[in-house]
């Protein structure tokens, strides 16, 4: 398999462990309140929130470029942060890949 070949979502583990950290942050918060790592719990997901928030804001011309859903992309990133961001400039590459050669026969420059 090249490079080219490559199924989109290989950030896939990553956003399977970012998952799993989130459930035990709420899992800190939820069962084990007022203890130290409760409150880094807390902590950590107020300051990736606020880091995830600005990411959306700073990469608001990508996630518009990117095939598929605005509002999905933006979820997304407030969610997995820079890990859905790079997925989304795979798929950007596989888009401007994939419309290149039509843009060729169509005579229309790139």
Do not use: W
């Not at 399977?16 to 409150?39: C, D, E, K, S």
């Not at 470029?65 to 596989?94: C, N, Q, W, Y």
Request: overall charge positive.
């Amino acid at each position: 398999m090249n490079e080219d070949d490559k199924p989109i979502g290989g950030m896939l583990p990553f956003k399977a462990a970012t998952v799993i950290l989130y459930l035990v942050f709420i899992y800190q918060i939820a069962m084990r309140p007022l203890t130290l790592g409760a409150n880094m719990s807390i902590g950590l997901s107020i300051t990736l929130g606020v880091l995830h928030v600005y990411e959306c804001y700073r990469y608001r011309e990508v996630i518009q470029r990117a095939p598929g859903s605005v509002s999905r992309h933006t979820l997304g990133i407030l969610v997995f942060g820079i890990f859905h961001m790079v997925d989304l400039k795979e798929a950007i590459r596989g888009a401007r890949q994939t419309t290149r050669p039509h843009a060729r026969l169509s005579g229309v420059r790139t």
